[in-house]
C-alpha cells in the first residue's frame, strides 16, 4: 500500500486471478469444515447412543431379575459395572486414568484384575456378558431376555468400536496441509488485488478478508478431533456423569455425584 501510494510504484494484480484462487479455497474450506463437523456430530451421535444402550442395559437388568429371588447386591454389581465401563470409555478415549473412577463402582478383586489390562471398557463389558449368562443359568432371567440384554452388550461394543474408529482415524494430512497452504497464499496476494481500489484502506480490508479465512480454518481443526479433551471437544465426562446418576437412581441409590457445573460455559 505504502509502494503504490506514496512511490508510484505499480506492483497491483488483477482481481480476477485473485478471485479465482478466493473462490477455491472457499470450495476447499467448506468440504474441509463440513467434513470436520461430520465426525464431531458422529461422535455426538456414538455417545447419545450409549446414554440411551446403558438406560436399557440397567433396564432390562432390573426388571428381568424383579421377584426372581435373586439379590439385590449381585444386580447393582452389573449396573455399577455399566457406569465403569461408561467413564473408562470417555478415559480411554481422551488418554486419561479411569482407575479413580471405576475403583468405586467394582469389587477390589475385580478392580485390581482389571486395571492392569490395556483394554479396560472392553474387559468390563466381558464381565458384564459372564454375569449376565450366569444369571440366566441360575434361571434368574429366562433365554429370551438373555438375548436382549446381550443385544444391547453387542450395541455398546459397537458404540465403543465407533468411538476408537473416530479417535484413532486422523483427519487426512492434504486436507490440513492444502487448506493452511492456500490461506496463506491468498494472505499475500489479496493486498495486490486490492491495493488499486483501496489505497491504505487496502490493509485492514486484507487483514479483515484473510482473518475470516483464518477463522473458518480453525474451527475446522478444532471439531475434527472430538476426543482430544479440549473445549470443544464431546463433553464425554459430563455426559458419563450424567448416565452414573440415571443409573443409579433407577436403583434407588441416594449416593448421586453432584453435577459439574459448567467453566466459562464450556462442560467437558
Not at 505504502?2 to 488483477?14: A, M, Q
Not at 479411569?98 to 475385580?110: R, V
Request: with cysteine; net charge negative; charged share 20%.
Amino acid at each position: 500500500a505504502i509502494l503504490y501510494t506514496r512511490y508510484d510504484v505499480n506492483i497491483s494484480v488483477s482481481n480476477t486471478e485473485i478471485s479465482m484462487l478466493g473462490i477455491a479455497l472457499s470450495i476447499l474450506l467448506r468440504f474441509r469444515v463440513s467434513a470436520a463437523y461430520e465426525r464431531w456430530w458422529e461422535a455426538r451421535r456414538i455417545w447419545g447412543a450409549v446414554v440411551n444402550n446403558s438406560r436399557s442395559f440397567a433396564r432390562q437388568v432390573i426388571t428381568f431379575s424383579h421377584d426372581s429371588g435373586i439379590e439385590e447386591e449381585l444386580v447393582k454389581s452389573l449396573v455399577y459395572r455399566q457406569i465403569a465401563f461408561v467413564h473408562a470409555m470417555a478415559c480411554r478415549l481422551r488418554q486419561l486414568d479411569c482407575a479413580t473412577l471405576i475403583k468405586p463402582l467394582l469389587y477390589s478383586d475385580e478392580y485390581e484384575q482389571i486395571i492392569v489390562k490395556s483394554h479396560i471398557p472392553n474387559l468390563l463389558l466381558l464381565h458384564n456378558t459372564y454375569a449376565v449368562k450366569q444369571l440366566q443359568k441360575d434361571n434368574h432371567i429366562t433365554d429370551f431376555e438373555l438375548m436382549r440384554v446381550e443385544e444391547t452388550l453387542y450395541q455398546l461394543t459397537d458404540n465403543l468400536g465407533a468411538a476408537e474408529r473416530i479417535k484413532n482415524t486422523p483427519f487426512p494430512v492434504p486436507y490440513s496441509y492444502f487448506t493452511w497452504l492456500l490461506v496463506h497464499l491468498f494472505a499475500i496476494l489479496i493486498p495486490f488485488g486490492m491495493v488499486d481500489a483501496f489505497g491504505y484502506l487496502t490493509i485492514p480490508v486484507a487483514l479483515c478478508a484473510t482473518f475470516i479465512f483464518l477463522i473458518i480454518d480453525q474451527i475446522a481443526v478444532e471439531i475434527q478431533d472430538p476426543f482430544s479433551n479440549r473445549e470443544n471437544d464431546i463433553p464425554v465426562s459430563a455426559i458419563s456423569q450424567n448416565i452414573e446418576i440415571d443409573l443409579k437412581e433407577m436403583m434407588g441409590d441416594t449416593n448421586l455425584p453432584q453435577k459439574t457445573a459448567p467453566e466459562g460455559g464450556v462442560l467437558m
